[in-house]
């Protein structure tokens, strides 16, 4: 997966005030937007103070060392519900789950795939599951991918926030 210029300077300011940084990209030419997901370590869902906070450190960086020539937006979000998988320990997080995985190099002659996650093993290679078929994806080969929204993921998400409500 391509990595964003600017992951490398963002990173550990979303870290140290104990986030993940989940994705960075910029969106639009002429005014771009630079939109920045983060998540939090401990589990629990992103509220806006969160977005709040990492966007005033970011903007503190961003602003010292101007790596970005002209105007363009901020926007620190929350990854979702269908967030997209960036990282090894994101498919080992959602193995069980539905995905869709879009590859750079053929695997088995395509290069897109819509199925269930089974797991990742120790040299990064994705074990996947579609229409009765299992397919071994390198994390390396992976262009873009994301979980897809199903019955199952929201009832694990409302699950979730019913452990946390009591």
């Known amino acids: ?84 998988l960036t990282k090894p320990q994101h498919f080992a997080r959602f193995a069980g789950y539905d995905a869709k995985i879009e590859t750079i190099h053929p695997v088995e002659n395509r290069k897109r795939f819509k199925g269930k996650i089974l797991a990742i093993d120790d040299a990064q ?9 299992q397919y071994s994806i390198a994390f390396d080969n992976v262009a873009k991918a994301k979980i897809l929204l199903t019955d199952e993921l929201l009832q694990k998400y409302a699950d979730a926030q019913d452990s946390v409500e009591l």
């Open 125 to 133: 290679n994705i074990s996947f599951e579609m229409d009765g078929v």
């Open 1 to 84: 997966m391509d990595k964003h210029p600017l992951e490398d300077l963002l990173s550990p300011v979303v870290e140290k005030l104990g986030y993940e940084l989940v994705r960075v990209i910029t969106i639009g030419a002429k005014n771009p937007t630079l939109q920045v997901m983060i998540d939090r370590l401990d589990g629990k869902d992103i509220t806006v103070d969160d977005c709040a906070t990492v966007s005033r450190a970011l903007s503190d960086v961003l602003d010292e060392k101007d790596p970005i020539e002209n105007q363009y937006s901020l926007e620190v979000s929350s990854p979702g519900i269908d967030r997209p």
